[in-house]
């Protein structure tokens, strides 16, 4: 499969091919790679440090500005030294369809999702059970219905049953019926009061 077709012509092919040769005397840059835009990756001799060379990355259309063009995760991992070897097409290739079916069973979990009748505050659910049922049903499993409803009701009854509860106990308002503990001190210091100074007479012998 050429994924390269209408992006690369075949005699830049092969040039690019010539220029990945590391023997040429007197060659300083090295071609490594495409993505699957056309977009060609370069190494190169640096300078300031021989044994770590320069990776860098020219874009097909260089009319274009930077900031329209997205390089792969795998080749940005390469520029930054992130990973030793360089993507293949082939790679590149997988890993662009395993984006597109990612994309896909989101596009359908959603539609699931969307299908779902909508449940109101009051408990109630439009066109089906409420709570665990539509749950299931948009999760694509096996839910009982009267199950769910058994569930929303005992639920209910257990809601009443502790409001009556509640407004059963009486209220106390009265402050003195309950008064506050008075605090234990475990601290010496806090009992201590301040006193006048005195100045003792002195003895004189």
């Known amino acids: 499969m050429d994924h390269l077709k209408g992006k690369v012509t075949p005699f830049r092919q092969a040039y690019l091919q010539w220029r990945s040769l590391r023997n040429v005397p007197f060659r300083n840059k090295f071609f490594i790679g495409y993505d699957l835009d056309g977009n060609t990756y370069w190494e190169f001799f640096n300078p300031n440090n021989p044994d770590r060379a320069r990776r860098i990355v020219e874009y097909r259309d260089p009319k274009l500005n930077w900031v329209d063009y997205e390089a792969p995760p795998q080749w940005v991992q390469w520029l930054r030294y992130a990973r030793p070897h360089y993507p293949t097409l082939d ?12 994309k896909e069973k989101v596009r359908q979990a959603e539609a699931r999702w969307r299908s779902v009748p909508l449940v109101d505050k009051s408990g109630g659910a439009a066109g089906g059970v409420a709570g665990v049922g539509a749950v299931g049903r948009a999760l694509g499993l096996n839910v009982d219905p009267a199950a769910a409803g058994q ?4 639920g209910e009854q257990a809601q009443q049953q502790q409001q009556q509860q509640e407004e059963a106990e009486p209220v106390t308002t009265d402050k003195h019926a309950n008064p506050p503990k008075p605090i234990e001190r475990h601290n010496p210091s806090e009992g201590f009061q301040p006193v006048a100074w005195s100045q003792k007479p002195i003895k004189r012998g």
């Open 91 to 102: 790679e590149l290739h997988r890993d662009k369809v395993r984006q597109q079916q990612i």
């Open 151 to 154: 569930q929303q009701l005992n």
